[in-house]
């Protein structure tokens, strides 16, 4: 295998791998604001305020794998 497959498929894994996790948790943070809202529909703001931080802290992560994927793939 030559260097530039292997920093493709490095590539790959890194934005794959580094996708995964934030994808579920963004699934469990959506999941959990739409029953705390069915449970307690007049605490809607607290929990929209809440769910939008959640969910930008879990995309941070894969922006992170994003940089880290494109740091290897041009370098």
Known sequence: ???ASAKLI???LA???GAIGPGIGIGIIAGGAVQALGR???AEPQIRTMMILGIAFA????IYALVFALIIKFT
């Open 59 to 62: 995309e941070a992560v894969v």
């Open 15 to 17: 934005i794959g791998l």
């Open 40 to 42: 307690n529909p007049e």
């Open 1 to 3: 295998m030559d260097v």
């Open 10 to 12: 490095a590539t790959a």
